[in-house]
C-alpha cells in the first residue's frame, strides 16, 4: 500500500492505492480517497498513541486487501504528527526483503529472475539516487540489495518511491542525473569525456535526451500495467523530466584525481593508434604545452606527464575550461609522447 499524491489543476488529492498483479502485469487499484490531506483519517488519543479511522480499515476489508499493521503505518508515515513520525521512523524496521505472494521467502534463484525483470531506466535511476553515480557498472551482472524495494511494484508505485527520492536531489545534480537515468553515456561510447557530460557537445546531448525520452515514452514494458495510455502524447511519468533538463545545467565539479589515472592508461593502451592519427605539428604542441624546443630535447616522459597534468587540470572542462582546448592540449601531449624515447 502507499498513498500517491495526485497533482491537479485546482491542486492536489491524495488516494490510497495497492500494487496488485493482474494478467502477469503489476497493476494499481485505488481503495480510498483521501482528499486534500490524508493526516485526516487519522486520530491522536492522547500522548503519542494515534490509530485510523474506521473508514480506513472499512476501505481495505471492502477491497479484500490483507495487510499487516506495519504496511499501514508505513504508508501514511509522513502524514503522522511530527514527534510521533520521528519516534516510528528511529524503530523502523529494514526494508522487508522480497516475498512470495503466500508471505514465503523468494530462493536466491527467483530473486535474480525478479531483478532481471526490472526495467533499466529504473535500475540507473535508482543507482544514481543512493550512491550519485554516473557510472553505474553491470547492474544485471546480480541481484542488488538496493533495488529490492522495487520489486512487485506497479509502474504507479515505482514512480511515487522515485519521485520521493528525486526530491531530495540538489539542483546542481539534476542534469547529471538525466544523463545517468536515460543512458545518455551509450550515445558517446569510447568519448573520453563521456563520464564528464559537462565537456561534451550540449547540441548533441540535447538531441539525444529527446530521442531518449520519445523511445521511452513508447516502451510497452516500461508502461505495463498503465491502463488508458495515449502513446501520441509524452506520459506525465516523463513530461517532467523534459522540464528538468531543459531548465537545469550541468555544473562543474571537482575533479576526481582517479579520472587522470584512467585517462593515463588509456592513453597508453592507445597511443600507438593516436600516434598515427596525431596530425599537429611539432612546433604547435610545444607551444601548447609551454615548452621550448631546448627544453623538449632534454625532457623525459615522466616530466612531460607532469608538464601535461598541470595544463589538462587548468583547462580541463570541469574546472571551468574549454572543451576545445583540453582537446587540443591532449592532442599536443600525444605528439611529444610519441617522440620521446
Given amino acids: 500500500m502507499y498513498v500517491r499524491c495526485i497533482r491537479q489543476a485546482d491542486g492536489v488529492r491524495y488516494v490510497l492505492r495497492e500494487s496488485i498483479q493482474v494478467d502477469g502485469s503489476w497493476t494499481s487499484r485505488d481503495l480510498l480517497d483521501l482528499g486534500s490531506d490524508p493526516g485526516d483519517v487519522i486520530e491522536y488519543p492522547g500522548g503519542r498513541g494515534y490509530y485510523f479511522k474506521s473508514e480506513v480499515e472499512d476501505a481495505l476489508e471492502n477491497g479484500g486487501v490483507v495487510y499487516t499493521a506495519e504496511e499501514l503505518e508505513r504508508a501514511f508515515l509522513p502524514f503522522l504528527r511530527g514527534d510521533i513520525r520521528r519516534i516510528v521512523e528511529m524503530f523502523a524496521h529494514r526494508q522487508p526483503s522480497a516475498r512470495g505472494s503466500q508471505g514465503r521467502r523468494v530462493t536466491d534463484d527467483e530473486l535474480a529472475e525478479l531483478h532481471l525483470g526490472l526495467h533499466g531506466f529504473d535500475k540507473r535511476r535508482l543507482h544514481f539516487l543512493k550512491f550519485g553515480r554516473i557510472d553505474c557498472g553491470d547492474l544485471d551482472a546480480r541481484p542488488w540489495k538496493f533495488l529490492r524495494v522495487l520489486l512487485k511494484r506497479s509502474r504507479d508505485e515505482v514512480e511515487h518511491i522515485i519521485e520521493g527520492m528525486e526530491s531530495q536531489l540538489r539542483p546542481h545534480e539534476l542534469r547529471n542525473y538525466l544523463y545517468t537515468a536515460f543512458h545518455l553515456e551509450s550515445y558517446f561510447r569510447g568519448h573520453l569525456l563521456k563520464d564528464h557530460p559537462i565537456a561534451l557537445d550540449p547540441e548533441k546531448l540535447d538531441a539525444c535526451f529527446l530521442e531518449e525520452v520519445c523511445r521511452l515514452n513508447s516502451d510497452r514494458e516500461f508502461f505495463a500495467g498503465v491502463g488508458n495510455r495515449d502513446s501520441g502524447t509524452l506520459h506525465p511519468f516523463l513530461r517532467k523530466y ?34 598515427v592519427r596525431a596530425a599537429m605539428p611539432l612546433e604547435n604542441a610545444l607551444l601548447l604545452l609551454r615548452i621550448a624546443e631546448e627544453e623538449f630535447r632534454c625532457m623525459t616522459r615522466t616530466q612531460l606527464t607532469r608538464r601535461y597534468r598541470k595544463i589538462a587540470k587548468r583547462v580541463h572542462p570541469d574546472g571551468g575550461g574549454e572543451h576545445e582546448e583540453f582537446i587540443q592540449i591532449t592532442e599536443a601531449y600525444e605528439v611529444l609522447r610519441c617522440r620521446l624515447p
Fill in 242 to 275: 523534459v522540464t528538468l533538463f531543459f531548465d537545469h545545467d550541468f555544473v562543474a565539479q571537482r575533479i576526481d584525481p582517479s579520472f587522470y589515472r584512467e585517462f593515463m592508461n588509456r592513453r597508453r593502451a592507445h597511443g600507438r593508434v593516436l600516434a
